[in-house]
């Protein structure tokens, strides 16, 4: 991308961070995070020089660390009573969770062959769907209205049970695309994923008052860490993806829209209430990118496969966001209803 482009919109989407942040405009609440998403993916396609190598040190060597912070944020947020509650609730989670990991690999299979995607590019998409659930979803969760405690247990047993899950889907849909590693994939992930959580988690159990103080801080670096995983991705992917950028964001599209439907339609199906069916559609829908980005390094070796994470990531986000608004005034305008109903019926 020429700069004479490239540096304008990246301060475009700069300003609107600023704008979403302070509040000021009702319309951009919530998509800071987006807009920072975009800026730093344009700004990667503008100068991927910036975001490929710092003086002697490769930049690609940061997203294991980057994605360990992340997950050990999430980890400071989750108690013993989220694992506990499957067996207080154990129908909704396992139908959520089941859901994930049978709805999002074949959504990504199917998705990249309905744009022609093949190789590593294919591979990729189907990794973005074999990982869990992303923390995002929670948020995304709360804003529409939905059972966040449901969302909060289902990325938590998601994330515990990918070590399995992952490299099972991997190898039977992407196993003739790429070589597919499944012990080396199993260890990444418990070092990369669920290690970092039961970190988070000990140190919210026996050091809560560090907790604290560090959940003011880490959101904030975790915004930052996914912001230049993509921005990373980007770089290194920059050729192809300004050769087959188009088809990928469709097939990013299909993938993402297949989670949200056949998620909620699925739940519905197997009786779940309609805020449960909302919940789960999101965490079906939203996928943990970060994780998705370093196996694609550091088990698959390959740039090409982080590029559907580079798509689907910032896609999801903007959805999801338009999604979680639909919800949440859908729900608003039932409340009032209802409350209208009461008072019409008290004066009568």
Not at 6 to 29: N, S
Not at 73 to 79: A, K, P
Request: one cysteine or more; proline letters at 4%.
């Amino acid at each position: 991308m020429s700069p004479f482009v490239g540096i304008p919109v990246t301060l475009v989407f700069a300003v609107l961070v600023v704008f979403a942040h302070g509040g000021r405009v009702r319309a951009l609440r919530g998509l800071g995070f987006t807009f920072a998403v975009f800026a730093f993916g344009v700004a990667a396609l503008t100068y991927p020089q910036a975001f490929t190598a710092w003086g002697a040190f490769e930049l690609r060597r940061a997203i294991v660390p980057l994605v360990q912070l992340i997950l050990f944020g999430m980890g400071l947020t989750l108690t013993i009573d989220d694992f506990a509650r499957v067996l207080r609730m154990p129908k909704s989670i396992l139908i959520g969770v089941a859901l994930q990991f049978l709805i999002m690999p074949l959504g990504g299979y199917l998705s990249a062959r309905a744009f022609g995607l093949t190789g590593e590019v294919a591979a990729g998409l189907i990794l973005v769907g074999s990982c869990p659930g992303g923390v995002a979803s929670n948020v995304v969760t709360y804003l529409a209205r939905g059972n966040v405690p449901l969302s909060v247990s289902m990325t938590a047993c998601s994330t515990l049970v990918s070590p399995f899950m992952t490299p099972l889907a991997m190898r039977m849909l992407a196993g003739a695309s790429v070589p597919v590693d499944c012990l080396s994939m199993t260890g990444s992930i418990l070092y990369m994923i669920v290690l970092p959580v039961v970190v988070g988690l000990l140190v919210y159990r026996y050091a809560p008052r560090m907790a604290v103080r560090l959940t003011r801080v880490l959101p904030l670096f975790a915004m930052l860490s996914i912001c230049l995983i993509i921005g990373i991705t980007v770089a290194l992917s920059r050729a192809d993806l300004q050769r087959i950028g188009l088809a990928l964001v469709g097939a990013s599209a299909l993938h993402n829209a297949l989670g949200y439907l056949l998620g909620y339609q699925s739940a519905r199906l197997c009786g779940l209430a309609a805020r449960d069916c909302r919940t789960v559609a999101l965490e079906v829908g939203l996928q943990n990118c970060g994780m998705a980005t370093g196996l694609a390094f550091n088990v698959l070796h390959s740039a090409q496969a982080a590029m559907a994470s580079a798509t689907f990531g910032p896609w999801s986000a903007v959805t999801s966001s338009v999604l979680a608004s639909w919800w949440r005034r859908g729900q608003d305008r039932a409340a009032t209803t209802e409350k209208s109903s009461k008072r019409e019926g008290l004066v009568q």
